[in-house]
């Protein structure tokens, strides 16, 4: 607006209506307090620009006092207000960033290359590793100082060489000591700040403190070099192969078995590596596993080196934890070596067998003569000294006869395999043929079955025949079972007169009793070809007891009713 324009004007018509307002209020102000300072107005200029003005004004007085004139200066405060508020933002930005960087684990620093890399900026969370920021910025700690000493050199020359390539931007890693000597692992990412010309004028960057991921991944690695090491230090064969069929992983055994790198084994099928034959039985057993997903067990014979090897190999499926598909696993035992021992020990047992069924034979015919002649010689003979010395050879006689049986059936312990044998049937196997006459049996365990040597009936014969020859007034003999623990324990008992102290202590001794003394001593090397025991309980003139403890996983079936 023309100066002319406001010379003699009235002031507020120069105005809008709510600046005349305004200004209506401060001369108010004005004329009752005789001044007023830096009122904040927004004024329209006539051009439609809404500007920000602050207005000073003072009231002009003669000597006595009476007012002559008013002074005002408005003062044109747009661009100062603009200017302070992007100042206040950036401010509170300002603030807003040092929060986010204090409250988190990077630190932000701004260092200049030159000697000792003075620090221009630091954030106060450098405290994390010993020091104030204001150590560093003043230049009483170059940073240069707190790099560990193994680092410090490398460090330095590094980013001289990154400087002087003129990189960017550029990636460390080294170790930052305390005050109090402890060092941190930390990961610097600096950029570099050049001028127009191409110097370096500053370098900024964030330390991140990384000593906990590091000695995480240094675990990880000796993990996985452990794990590496026992795959390979096994002696059992281990593999996997995902679901083409190709291998993705075997150890070292396997390699060594078949004569093939890690290197070519990796991706190659079992038709890369075997005959047809062989590849067709192993990818069949395969199917199995990669189709129901559970555990099974595989008798395998591969031929590696030219010899038939074989293997008791089991197979599974890992899950895959990337979201790809799950992988077979394979875990073998080379049992060749065991195999063809067993064949050696079974043909040597067969010819030691052999060789006793033959001398027993020949024995036993010699006995035959001995005891007939023994006879003839009895008939007639009126001598009583002469007659018992044949009784005696007579007795002597079938004790051998009776020597030869036990040693004819003692043989047969362990020459075959375990298997699962249900107790009712044992028993009554094991009694049939015995004078069970006037004996009441009785037999209340259910479906129970132990995994035994296929003499376990032998057991039972042993115990009846035991309480018939020496329990004197048996009238029943009853067999029970019922659980204990993890174990199951097999009760036989009679009616008779029990055991004395002496025979519960050494009842299973070789020789020990009025019979032969082998009965109960074959009983318990029964037993014990599978972990079970056996005991004598119960108390003298309350009939004998004798309680069969069969461990966790040799039986099956609960004993119920019945």
Same mark, same amino acid.
């Given at each position: 607006?023309?100066?002319?324009?406001?010379?003699?004007?009235?002031?507020?018509?120069?105005?809008?209506?709510?600046?005349?307002?305004?200004?209506?209020?401060?001369?108010?102000?004005?004329?009752?307090?005789?001044?007023?300072?830096?009122?904040?107005?927004?004024?329209?200029?006539?051009?439609?620009?809404?500007?920000?003005?602050?207005?000073?004004?003072?009231?002009?007085?003669?000597?006595?006092?009476?007012?002559?004139?008013?002074?005002?200066?408005?003062?044109?405060?747009?661009?100062?207000?603009?200017?302070?508020?992007?100042?206040?933002?950036?401010?509170?930005?300002? #603030?807003?960033?040092?929060?986010?960087?204090?409250?988190?684990?990077?630190?932000?620093?701004?260092?200049?290359?030159?000697?000792?890399?003075?620090?221009?900026?630091?954030?106060?969370?450098?405290?994390?590793?010993?020091?104030?920021?204001?150590?560093?910025?003043?230049?009483?700690?170059?940073?240069?100082?707190?790099?560990?000493?193994?680092?410090?050199?490398?460090?330095?020359?590094?980013?001289?060489?990154?400087?002087?390539?003129?990189?960017?931007?550029?990636?460390?890693?080294?170790?930052?000591?305390?005050?109090?000597?402890?060092?941190?692992?930390?990961?610097?990412?600096?950029?570099?700040?050049?001028?127009?010309?191409?110097?370096?004028?500053?370098?900024?960057?964030?330390?991140?403190?990384?000593?906990?991921?590091?000695?995480?991944?240094?675990?990880?690695?000796?993990?996985?070099?452990? @794990?590496?090491?026992?795959?390979?230090?096994?002696?059992?064969?281990?593999?996997?192969?995902?679901?083409?069929?190709?291998?993705?992983?075997?150890?070292?055994?396997?390699?060594?078995?078949?004569?093939?790198?890690?290197?070519?084994?990796?991706?190659?099928?079992?038709?890369?590596?075997?005959?047809?034959?062989?590849?067709?039985?192993?990818?069949?057993?395969?199917?199995?596993?990669?189709?129901?997903?559970?555990?099974?067990?595989?008798?395998?014979?591969?031929?590696?080196?030219?010899?038939?090897?074989?293997?008791?190999?089991?197979?599974?499926?890992?899950?895959?934890?990337?979201?790809?598909?799950?992988?077979?696993?394979?875990?073998?035992?080379? @049992?060749?070596?065991?195999?063809?021992?067993?064949?050696?020990?079974?043909?040597?047992?067969?010819?030691?067998?052999?060789?006793?069924?033959?001398?027993?034979?020949?024995?036993?015919?010699?006995?035959?003569?001995?005891?007939?002649?023994?006879?003839?010689?009895?008939?007639?003979?009126?001598?009583?000294?002469?007659?018992?010395?044949?009784?005696?050879?007579?007795?002597?006689?079938?004790?051998?006869?009776?020597?030869?049986?036990?040693?004819?059936?003692?043989?047969?312990?362990?020459?075959?395999?375990?298997?699962?044998?249900?107790?009712?049937?044992?028993?009554?196997?094991?009694?049939?043929?015995?004078?069970?006459?006037?004996? #009441?049996?009785?037999?209340?365990?259910?479906?129970?079955?132990?995994?035994?040597?296929?003499?376990?009936?032998?057991?039972?014969?042993?115990?009846?025949?035991?309480?018939?020859?020496?329990?004197?007034?048996?009238?029943?003999?009853?067999?029970?079972?019922?659980?204990?623990?993890?174990?199951?324990?097999?009760?036989?008992?009679?009616?008779?007169?029990?055991?004395?102290?002496?025979?519960?202590?050494?009842?299973?001794?070789?020789?020990?009793?009025?019979?032969?003394?082998?009965?109960?001593?074959?009983?318990?090397?029964?037993?014990?070809?599978?972990?079970?025991?056996? #005991?004598?309980?119960?108390?003298?003139?309350?009939?004998?007891?004798?309680?069969? #403890?069969?461990?966790?996983?040799?039986?099956?079936?609960?004993?119920?009713?019945?």
């Amino acid at each position: 607006m023309p100066r002319e324009s406001i010379i003699g004007a009235n002031a507020y018509e120069l105005l809008g209506r709510e600046e005349a307002d305004m200004a209506r209020r401060v001369a108010d102000k004005l004329m009752r307090e005789g001044s007023v300072r830096d009122v904040p107005m927004t004024l329209a200029r006539r051009d439609g620009i809404v500007i920000d003005a602050e207005i000073s004004a003072a009231r002009v007085e003669d000597r006595a006092g009476k007012p002559l004139y008013y002074v005002a200066v408005v003062h044109d405060v747009t661009d100062q207000r603009r200017y302070r508020g992007s100042l206040e933002r950036a401010l509170e930005e300002r #603030r807003m960033m040092e929060a986010i960087i204090e409250s988190s684990p990077a630190v932000a620093i701004r260092w200049t290359d030159s000697p000792g890399w003075p620090v221009e900026y630091v954030s106060s969370n450098v405290r994390q590793f010993g020091y104030e920021a204001a150590e560093l910025t003043s230049g009483v700690v170059e940073f240069t100082s707190i790099i560990h000493p193994d680092d410090r050199e490398r460090v330095v020359r590094e980013a001289e060489s990154f400087l002087r390539e003129g990189q960017g931007e550029f990636e460390q890693e080294y170790r930052i000591v305390s005050p109090e000597g402890e060092a941190h692992w930390v990961y610097d990412r600096t950029t570099v700040i050049r001028g127009p010309g191409g110097d370096v004028e500053a370098c900024q960057g964030v330390i991140v403190d990384v000593t906990e991921m590091k000695d995480a991944l240094e675990r990880l690695s000796r993990t996985e070099k452990q @794990l590496a090491l026992f795959m390979d230090v096994s002696p059992v064969v281990k593999f996997m192969k995902d679901r083409s069929g190709r291998y993705v992983y075997v150890n070292r055994r396997l390699c060594e078995a078949v004569g093939i790198s890690p290197d070519d084994w990796v991706g190659k099928t079992d038709w890369d590596v075997y005959p047809p034959e062989t590849a067709r039985r192993l990818v069949e057993a395969d199917r199995q596993v990669f189709e129901d997903g559970k555990l099974r067990l595989f008798t395998e014979v591969v031929p590696m080196k030219g010899m038939p090897r074989e293997f008791l190999t089991y197979k599974f499926l890992v899950p895959s934890t990337a979201g790809g598909d799950d992988l077979l696993a394979g875990v073998a035992v080379d @049992l060749t070596e065991e195999r063809r021992s067993e064949r050696a020990l079974r043909t040597a047992n067969e010819k030691i067998g052999l060789l006793g069924s033959m001398t027993r034979h020949d024995i036993t015919n010699q006995l035959a003569v001995l005891a007939g002649r023994i006879e003839i010689a009895r008939v007639g003979e009126t001598d009583p000294v002469r007659l018992g010395h044949f009784n005696d050879l007579l007795s002597s006689a079938n004790a051998i006869q009776g020597l030869l049986n036990f040693a004819s059936e003692y043989q047969e312990i362990g020459s075959k395999a375990p298997e699962w044998i249900p107790v009712r049937l044992a028993f009554a196997a094991g009694t049939v043929g015995l004078p069970m006459e006037g004996v #009441r049996s009785e037999v209340d365990v259910g479906g129970l079955e132990v995994y035994a040597d296929p003499m376990f009936e032998r057991v039972f014969r042993n115990l009846v025949d035991n309480s018939l020859r020496h329990g004197e007034k048996v009238s029943v003999v009853r067999l029970t079972a019922q659980p204990e623990g993890t174990d199951m324990v097999i009760v036989y008992e009679d009616d008779g007169v029990g055991l004395s102290a002496e025979a519960k202590a050494r009842v299973f001794e070789k020789g020990y009793g009025r019979h032969t003394g082998l009965g109960m001593f074959m009983a318990r090397g029964v037993l014990s070809l599978t972990g079970i025991s056996i #005991r004598a309980a119960g108390e003298e003139g309350s009939g004998a007891r004798f309680e069969m #403890r069969v461990p966790e996983g040799s039986f099956r079936g609960y004993p119920g009713k019945g």
